[in-house]
């Protein structure tokens, strides 16, 4: 029988056996033939664009329920707006500048 670990709880975490213990590669490969499998045999689902756009509202409707978290979206977007804004306004103050200097020294000139 696997040995148990410890999992820095006090608790003990059974070892992993099986799938579980098998390096990534591995399972890939090996859910990579289920896949295939599923496709020669004519049971695999496939997403056709329709039912691809239902889920993706679906899942859209989830997340926009939790308030707190929209309320968190909205207050990134409008600091990241802000932030654009002002390095927008800075760069064309910053081009003022040297261009109204010269400005004046083809002004001199003519």
Do not use: L, W, Y
């Not at 090996?30 to 496709?39: D, R």
Request: glycine content about 16%.
């Amino acid at each position: 029988m696997a040995t148990s670990k410890e999992n820095g709880k006090g608790g003990q975490v059974p070892a992993k056996r099986g799938f579980a213990a098998m390096d990534q590669n591995q399972q890939r490969e090996i859910a990579s033939k289920g896949g295939q499998a599923a496709h020669q045999k004519g049971t695999a689902h496939e997403f056709d664009s329709e039912e691809a756009r239902r889920a993706g509202q679906k899942g859209g409707e989830a997340v926009s329920r939790n308030r707190a978290h929209m309320a968190d979206i909205g207050r990134k977007g409008g600091e990241s707006r802000q932030s654009a804004q002002r390095a927008a306004a800075a760069a064309r103050n910053a081009g003022n500048r040297q261009g109204g200097k010269e400005a004046e020294g083809k002004q001199k000139d003519s």
